[in-house]
């Protein structure tokens, strides 16, 4: 009984970490994430999955190789609108400036996002 309370708050300090806090829950694969994934301190990545969507860029960090972006609901990974970063290729953020509003795809792996694709948008 108090093992299940245990793992259950472990899967929800996991959860807590990720980028998109809150809203992990909904693209965690509980499922398949086992409990022993969890204690080893290293969850394991779920399967990568694709995401499009519009935003704001509100912060570019081209040496890191990091973009914010105030984004609009992302279907595909049933995130509501959220301001958050994904990890960039420098060449991909060329020309970009805060505040251009982009259209954009990104690969998601369960804790980290990556853009893949990135245009200003009308
Ligand atoms: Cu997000």
Known sequence: MKKTL???SSLLAV???GACKKEADATKPTETTTAANNMAGMPMAGPMMHG???GIIT???A???TVTLDHHEIEALKWPAMTMSFSAKPD???GFRIGDKVTFEIDWDGQKGTVT???NAP
């Open 6 to 8: 245990m793992i259950a």
């Open 15 to 17: 959860t807590s970490l």
């Open 52 to 54: 499009a969507s519009t």
């Open 59 to 61: 912060a570019i960090d």
């Open 63 to 65: 040496a890191k190789g």
């Open 92 to 94: 991909q953020l060329t």
């Open 117 to 119: 694709k990135i245009q």
